[in-house]
């Protein structure tokens, strides 16, 4: 059974089209997850499908009853902290037992350990959920589908998160083969034309010595063979006008950030607590623990809410007592409140303000966190909280800076934002401490993982980092096994178009392979 039909759906912010949408189709216990850049139009999706806002044109028909957790709602309770808010509104959602249940970010303000306890909970769902959602582990585990918004356009995948992705990439390396065969075609009538103009204009006119009579068939030859070539270039030139355009792929250029060598550190052990205590009034948080930050690794601290990592990142950049930085750290520091923007300077100027790094790189650092173009001079208080929080990243990323302290970096991103960030910290030649409650940034960035829980703080992932090794390895064989796959068939294949594409194919996987 459909509980969700749409035909013919427009809608627009002001004079700006949000998106368009020819046909809409959502199954009965269909699990969707949506994702698109911020500003492309989810929440407003959702909206429409909860009844709270309608559309310009179109119809849209919900069979089912709703029930539905906005991103912004309130509880009246103003004692509880952000994730327990959440948990309020999430319960109070689930138990209306509506057969249409929306969440727009319901793992805002909670830590690992809830949003865990969320998916569980979401996984029992008897029903049919729609889920706007940067919690991409989530989305892997509890979607059957996806809807991208992207180019005022709604497109719907099969499967998880990870199975989208995997169709997204194959969906550019086909359009990155189509824009190649058009530059081939449109290069070959070119060279025919102007083969054809040349051929035309080198028509010889009959020769002084000829008699007349032989002279008017010379020249009726020539005209004939003139108009004969001429009509060939025009062919050729209709056929170049029809010629159905490719756009080519925009790839972002490589970055290249270089620390300068008085920049880097030496030492083995960069940050060294030593037995410390934190305590608020009678409530001691952290209890005697000790722990050391090592040169160049990207080491993540992870516990629930209320664990003292914040109270633990000011305390490093303050320099406290029993805590040892080496001299040769320069730290840059990312907190929560994005204190240090100068919110009347532009996007570019606050990046530039501290930069050791030319502009170009600058600017290929903010075209990664989606900043492109004109976009860069927009003043920052315009800016949303997510868009202001990947202003300062970026700010530390192009700094002098040769240690990054990031204190919940990912919260308010989305989807795209999340993974160029990860590329950027994992592009980065020094050292970066961070904490998260984003189980894939963990996974994708640490190379150590630090837990705190019960007062103390101890090495995590040990069991966790074997599982994925074992995967990343078998991964592996299974890459190595379909390139050697590839490899014999380019080897056998005579067609020159399908041994092309096999060898796209195949330089494809041989990138996946060295990453």
Do not use: W
């Amino acid at each position: 059974m459909e509980k969700i039909i749409g035909r013919n759906i427009e809608k627009s912010f002001g004079d700006r089209l949000l998106f368009s949408i020819p046909e809409l189709k959502i199954e009965e216990n269909e699990k969707v997850g949506i994702v698109g850049n911020n500003g492309t139009g989810k929440t407003t999706f959702l909206n429409i499908i909860a009844g709270k806002e309608s559309v310009d044109k179109g119809k849209i028909e919900v069979n089912g009853s709703v029930s539905y957790m906005k991103q912004f709602d309130t509880v009246s309770t103003s004692y509880l902290s952000g994730g327990e808010k959440t948990n309020q509104r999430l319960y109070e959602t689930l138990r209306q037992n509506a057969s249409i249940l929306i969440l727009d970010e319901p793992t805002n303000h909670l830590d690992i350990q809830k949003i865990k306890l969320l998916e569980e909970r979401l996984k029992k769902y008897k029903g049919t959920l729609l889920i706007v959602s940067h919690d991409r582990k989530l989305l892997d585990a509890i979607c059957t589908s996806i809807l991208e918004i992207d180019s005022q356009q709604i497109k719907k995948y099969k499967g998880n998160y990870t199975a989208y992705q995997t169709q997204k990439q194959e969906e550019i390396l086909r359009k990155q083969r189509e824009y190649e065969q058009y530059i081939e075609e449109r290069n070959r009538l070119e060279r025919s034309i102007k083969e054809a103009k040349n051929s035309a204009s080198k028509v010889k006119k009959a020769p002084s010595r000829m008699g007349n009579s032989e002279a008017r068939l010379h020249k009726r030859a020539a005209e004939e063979k003139k108009e004969k070539v001429e009509g060939h270039s025009k062919a050729l030139e209709t056929r170049l006008e029809k010629l159905e355009k490719k756009e080519k792929v925009v790839e972002l250029p490589p970055i290249i950030m270089k620390m300068p060598k008085e920049g880097e550190c030496k030492s083995k052990y960069l940050i060294t607590a030593d037995h410390i205590t934190v305590s608020f009034g009678q409530k001691i948080i952290l209890e005697d623990v000790s722990f050391q930050v090592e040169n160049k690794e990207k080491l993540a601290f992870v516990g629930a809410n209320g664990t003292g990592k914040t109270t633990l990142f000011r305390m490093i950049k303050e320099k406290a007592k029993k805590i040892k930085i080496s001299p040769q750290v320069r730290l840059g520091y990312y907190s929560q409140e994005l204190d240090g923007l100068q919110i009347q300077k532009t996007i570019l100027q606050n990046a530039l303000e501290d930069s050791i790094q030319n502009e170009i790189t600058v600017r290929n650092v903010l075209a990664r966190l989606l900043f492109q173009g004109d976009s860069v001079h927009k003043k920052v208080e315009e800016l949303s909280g997510g868009e202001k929080a990947k202003v300062a990243i970026a700010k530390l990323l192009v700094s002098d800076s040769n240690v990054l302290l990031l204190d919940e970096p990912t919260n308010f991103l989305d989807i795209p934002s999340l993974e160029a960030l990860e590329n950027l910290v994992q592009s980065f030649h020094g050292t970066v401490v961070f904490s998260t409650h984003d189980r894939q940034f963990v996974e994708k960035i640490a190379t150590r993982v630090y837990e705190i829980e019960d007062k103390k703080i101890r090495e995590g992932g040990k069991e966790e980092k074997i599982q994925q090794k074992k995967k990343n390895e078998n991964e592996l064989l299974l890459l190595k096994m379909k390139m050697a796959e590839i490899n014999s068939k380019i080897a056998l294949e005579k067609n020159v178009k399908v041994k092309k594409d096999l060898e796209a194919q195949y330089l494809a996987l041989e990138e996946e392979y060295g990453q």
